[in-house]
């Protein structure tokens, strides 16, 4: 009855003095040449890549002039590759987004939901407000989308269908970014209902490693690449939150690291200096093994040109080993990475 | 790099055409005598059985004779056997308990935290109250316990320690029930700060099986678990709440299914009447893989005897695929069990 897995272990989770959990996955490290420099289990097969492509998408509104004509600041940049809390800036800054376009939140098609930041959530009922489109954790990308229809002068309505022509443009991006074909067989529909194709874990990785370097992209890309990674490390808050993981580690090394979690357990990073992109998908969907697997990877592979100070270590220190405390307070365990590098 | 468990494939997770994550682990069906029925993986490996116990802790508050004599009520019992919502009737009935024995909420020693059922949660923000240690989900349970200690005559103070005389006469009927030692050697602590003994994973489910059936167990033990049994029965709700599986599945087979999830992925059932334990242990912690596991086992082994109605048969159904929809309410996947039985 032992299932054969194409997997790896990446991460543990202890109790006392026990191992009570385990998490299985894939991880690969790629070079902006496409070679893979480190690897665990299968990635050569294909993964939905959820919201870590975010930025990916962001790419054709920057690339197109329409963020520049239309004023967007970086915030709102940083926020259209966000995967965020919903906590008030994050909402505010969505609305101006969509502000600048003549749209309001009714123009949003990503569906509502609470905030995911409690503390948010109970602060909105606290003021006898509800939840809207807004606080939905992708409302940064769906603003975007729309800011780039309205720029292009195209109808925005329906822009999460495959087939309409913003979704098309930006699809195609992702295409080429990832060099894999975004067709309707690898389509699955996401939580926020935008597509979201499957493509090889290793090519995500290459993808972020070009994203990071600019290696093997037209002069434009790359400056529009290094555009969203200068955004999102200006304001890593926006990208996540208050308590996140993406935002605690960006906000620490800012452009020396870009670093995107996604549904599912998959996780997205590109240290540009070094030139390399990683891509790690847990194979129970599970973020909190994500995190300490890629802390692994980055403290390890991003050596002493990305940790150059005490506290550069200690971040990752901390991020790769979490300690786990109950309700009172006490030590209960820890979650470590468990990868071998 | 491939891992090698010995663990087996309980659950899929799918979107769009492909399977997006899955989920290994263990599980076991044993009878009352300790046969093991079916099992999947090692299951003699130890685990933390961390909440799915409350139930055979709360034997000694019924059969020292002190739910009579404090007059609890069947809630109060369901609710000294719960992992609930923090919804007002938990907290309303926690209340009740301490109150039975002139204490009030000071005396809880499980922390504090906000309702898990989240509208409960912005419910009270939306009052301008705060979280207390009675919307903790282990409330009942500590409850339980501050009742046994005071109807004994025993100072409740420190009651969470495993040294402390009511912790030990509940721990005792713990080992018996498992008949497993619990010392410090396969201690942990749990998110409520009270011990948690690993025990092997059908040592658990022959406690179950027992519980369940009242095989080998004395009369006056047989007739708390019978108590607390149809306590349960009588108020799932207390048990869990709103949306929750272990609810769902009791309140439609009343006593003839017994149910419980704990943290980690861990998940006991019985069918007393097939005199069948039943455990489940997640080897990444998933809870939503245990689920659908559980409700494929017990679909299976309740047979015609437990699924009498096409209503029976139809929660099974729903519970081990379970629909996943997005937050516009698109169906884009499902969760399904994906056991050899």
């Given at each position: ?20 959990s ?35 998408l ?21 926020l ?31 569906g509502?939901h ?41 109808d ?126 847990t194979?129970?969907?599970?973020n ?14 991003g ?39």
């Amino acid at each position: 009855m032992t299932a054969h897995t194409g997997s790896g272990l990446l991460a543990e989770v202890t109790r006392g003095k026990q191992v009570e959990s385990r998490h299985l996955g894939r991880a690969v490290v790629v070079d902006a040449d496409g070679s893979v420099v480190w690897s665990c289990g299968d990635v050569d097969a294909a993964v939905f890549p959820r919201s870590t492509v975010k930025s990916l998408l962001a790419i054709e509104l920057v690339e197109s002039g329409a963020a520049d004509r239309l004023g967007l600041s970086d915030e709102a940049l940083a926020l259209a590759c966000a995967s965020h809390n919903g906590e008030e800036a994050h909402a505010r800054v969505a609305a101006s987004m969509l502000a600048a376009v003549g749209r309001d939140v009714a123009a949003l098609e990503c569906g509502t939901h609470w905030p995911t930041y409690e503390p948010a959530a109970r602060a909105l009922a606290a003021a006898h407000q509800s939840a809207c489109p807004l606080h939905n954790n992708c409302s940064g990308k769906h603003a975007g989308l729309i800011c780039l229809a309205c720029d292009q002068g195209v109808d925005p309505v329906g822009y999460i269908d495959p087939a309409h022509e913003i979704q098309r443009r930006v699809t195609d991006v992702l295409a080429s970014m990832t060099q894999t074909p975004h067709t309707d067989a690898n389509r699955g529909t996401d939580g926020c209902s935008m597509p979201t194709y499957a493509v090889p874990l290793k090519a995500l990785a290459h993808g972020f490693a070009r994203f990071g370097s600019g290696v093997g992209l037209s002069s434009e890309r790359a400056k529009a690449t290094q555009r969203l990674r200068e955004a999102v490390a200006a304001h890593p808050f926006m990208v996540a939150g208050t308590g996140r993981y993406d935002t605690t580690v960006m906000n620490n090394f800012e452009t020396r690291a870009f670093i995107k979690m996604g549904a599912e357990g998959v996780m997205i990073a590109a240290l540009p200096e070094q030139g390399l992109g990683f891509a790690i998908k847990t194979d129970d969907g599970a973020n909190r093994a994500a995190e300490v697997a890629m802390s692994a990877l980055l403290h390890h592979f991003g050596g002493e040109s990305l940790c150059r100070t005490a506290k550069d270590h200690a971040i990752f220190a901390e991020t790769k080993t979490q300690t786990l405390r109950n309700w009172q307070g006490v030590t209960v365990g820890e979650i470590r990475a468990a990868l071998t590098i």
